[in-house]
């Protein structure tokens, strides 16, 4: 999965930086997608940030990202989740990059405990924000899953760098 999710992320720091955004968006798409069931456990966090410390790990420290994971929580705690929802499918569609953004959500999704319906309504609800058509979506959403092990333990791990694409 690494090999659809890498690229995806890179294409959206360019995207952001081109548009003037940093990159946080990047964090909120997960942290939107983990918190679906209007909770991030402790387990969904480490992945979190797991995933996102070896993905930006030329952009941002893992550090960083655990904070930025907390004020991502704490936005969505205040803001709700349809603002921030809105907010983030804005800025991908402001760059060009709401492909790009989806993929990274859809990773996220799988390598969590599978994609749940909960899930799946939070990326509709960012694709259909930004005016990516559900078909596209679909194909996206397929793209993925065919890449993604079964496993969500083994679908994470493929996101790391040693892994076997």
Same mark, same amino acid.
């Given at each position: ?13 360019? +995207? ?13 798409? %997960? ?30 420290? %893992? ?45 996220? +999704? ?19 924000? +930004? ?35």
């Amino acid at each position: 999965m690494r090999e659809i999710v890498a690229p995806a992320i890179e294409q959206l720091c360019v +995207a952001f930086d081109r548009g003037g955004y940093n990159p946080t968006p990047i964090i909120d798409l %997960g942290v939107l997608v983990a918190n679906a069931d209007g909770k991030v456990t402790d387990r969904e966090r480490d992945i979190l940030l797991e995933v996102f410390s070896t993905l930006l790990e030329t952009k941002l420290d %893992g550090e960083v990202v655990g904070h930025l994971v907390s004020a991502s929580l704490e936005v969505i705690e205040v803001a709700g989740m349809d603002r921030r929802t809105r907010l983030v499918a804005e800025i991908l569609h402001d760059c060009d990059a709401v492909e790009s953004g989806i993929l990274v959500a859809l990773a996220v +999704a799988f390598s969590a405990d599978g994609f749940s319906a909960k899930e799946r309504q939070v990326i509709e609800g960012i694709a259909d924000a +930004a005016g990516l058509p559900r078909a596209r979506l679909q194909a996206l959403t397929e793209q993925v899953r065919t890449a993604a092990d079964p496993d969500p333990v083994s679908a994470r791990s493929s996101l790391l760098p040693n892994a076997k694409s």
